[in-house]
C-alpha cells in the first residue's frame, strides 16, 4: 500500500529525511516494523484500557490483535498503546475520581505522539468516557470500541445480573433470607466470562450511548465479549478507522448536538444509567455543545422504557444482543430520532438501523405497548438542589413517587455505616434517608454510595425501597427511589449540608420538585453556622481535582480541561 494522497500528521514524525526522522524511525524498527510501513500509510493508535485490575478489559489484548488486522488491511499502520485503565470493581475510593485524570492520560498521549487516527478500546464504566473526552479535545478521526458484556450470570439454575443481583442478595442477606454461605456460592456463577456487567448498568449504558451517538459501528453495544462477532466487528473497527483518516472525519465533524439528544433518547428507551447524565455533559463539555440536565429532563421525559434488562427489568445483555440490540432500538424510536445524524461509519443513524429487526418483544417492547411507560431521567428542582438532582424513574417504586418524609440524615459513609443496622436508630419505612458529604468534593470523586441499603430493622418487614437523597452517584446495575447528584453538593456548601434530622423532605417526581420545608430564615440562620468544609487532601492527584472539580450539573470535570485543545504542531523534542 503507498502512502496516503494527504499530508498526514504523522508524516512530522516519520517522514522526515532528517536526523529527527532517523531518530522517530529508527527506534520504532527495534519492533520488527519494516521500513515501508513508515510511507505515509495513517498511522492508527490503538488506545488500550488492558489492565488485569480491570477485569472488564481484561480480554482488550485480543481486541486489540483483531482491530490491528483491520488497520493493515485497509493500509494503515496500527501501534497499540496503554492508557490508566479505570476498573470499577477494584479501585478506591472511587473509579469516578480517576476518570479526568485518564482522560488527561488520553489526550496527551493522543497529541503527543505520530497518530492520524485513533482506535478507543472502551469497557468497564469510566473507561468509555474518559477515552471520548480525552479524544474529543484532541479531535483527531476517532471510533469507539466497546469490550462487551459477560454472558449472563447463572445461580441455581436461575440468570443473575452483575450488580443489580449483588444488592438484591446483600438485602435478602440481611433480611434473613438468604445464607451467607448461598451468598458466596453466588459469586462463582456471577462473572463467568470474559467482558463487563451485563446488566444494563453503566457500562451496558455507555456502550449503548457510542453506539447511538454515533461513535461506534452498529451493534457495539451488546455483542457478548466472547462472542466471535465482538472480534469480527473489531476488525471491521480496524478497517474503518483508517477509511476515517482518508475522509478527514474528526470527531467534531460527527458529534453534533443532534447526535447527543439521540443519545440523551435512547437512553430513555433503554432505562439507562443516571452516570450516562454526568459523561455525556462531560463529553458535550469537551466539544463545546451547550447540553444541559434541562435536555435530559425534556428529551427523557417522551421516551418511554422499551428494554426489559436489569435493574429496571429481568433479562440481561446476552439477551438483548440476541433480540436485536440497540439497531433494534433506534429503529423502533424512529418518531424521536434525529434520522440525519452522522455516524462514524459515514452514514447517518438512520441508514445504518432503518432495517433493524426485533426478534425478542419480551426483551425490546414496540414503541406502541412499551415496557414502562416513563424512561428517561427525571431532573428535579428545589431549593435542596438549586442546580439538580436526578432520578431514575423506570428504576424507582411508583408508590414513592410522590412522597413526604422526616429526614435521618448521615453526616458520611462512614457515619451511616457505623449506624444503620443500631436497633436504636429512630428510623421507619416512611422516612427519607440523607447522605451528605458524598459528591465531587466532598467524597472526593462523587462515589457510587447513594442507594444506601436500607436498615435491617426495615427489610426484615419486607419493606424493599425507600426514597434516598444524597450528592453521590449510584451504580447503573443499582435501583430504587434514589435521588442522586444533589447540586450544589454539601461539600461546596449546597443546601444538602444544612439538612438536619426530623426535617421534612417532600419529593414530587411528576412536579420535578425536590424541598426542604425548612423556613429560609431557619436555613440562613444554619448557613451562617455552617463550619464548611475542609478536604483531608492537601497535596497529588486528589488535591488537583477537589480544587478543580465541578458540580454534577456541568459533568463533574476538570475546569480546566473542558473544551477542545485539537492537535496543534508541536516541537521537536530534540
Ligand atoms: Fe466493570 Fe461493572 S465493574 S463494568
Known sequence: MAGSARKLRSADWFGKADKDGFGHRSWMKNQGFPGHLFDGRPVIGICNTWSEL???????????????????EAGGFPLEFPVFSTGESNLRPTAMLFRNLASMDVEEAIRANPLDGVVLLVGCDKTTPALLMGAASCDLPAIA???????NGKYNGENIGSGTNTWKFDAMVKAGEMS???????????SRSAGHCMTMGTASTMASMVEALGMGLPTNAAIPAVDSRRYMLAHMVGRRAVEMVREDLRMSKVLKRENFENAIRVNGAIGGSTNAVIHLLAIAGRMGIDIGLDDWDRLGREVPCLVNLMPSGKYLMEDFYYAGGIPAVIREIEPFLHKDALTVNGKTIWENNKDAKCW????????????????GIAVLRGNLCPNGAVLKPSAASPHLMKHRGRAVVFESIEDYHARIDDPGLDIDESCVMVLKYCGPKGYPGMAEVGNMALPQKILKKGITDMVRVSDARMSGTAYGTVVLHVAPEAAAGGTLALVENGDMVALDVEKRSLQLEVPEAE???????WKGFRSPHTSGYAKLYVDHVLQADRGVDLDFLVGCRGTPPLRESH
Do not use: W
Open 180 to 190: 451467607l454461605a448461598d451468598f458466596m456460592a453466588a459469586e462463582e456463577g456471577n
Open 360 to 375: 425478542n418483544r419480551e426483551v425490546i417492547f414496540p414503541l406502541a405497548k412499551p415496557f414502562k411507560q416513563e424512561g
Open 523 to 529: 436555613l440562613e440562620r444554619r448557613r451562617k453556622a
Open 54 to 72: 480491570t477485569p472488564c478489559n481484561a480480554h482488550f489484548r485480543r481486541i486489540a490483535e483483531h482491530v490491528k488486522r483491520g488497520v493493515y
Open 145 to 151: 470500541l466497546s469490550g462487551g458484556p459477560m454472558l
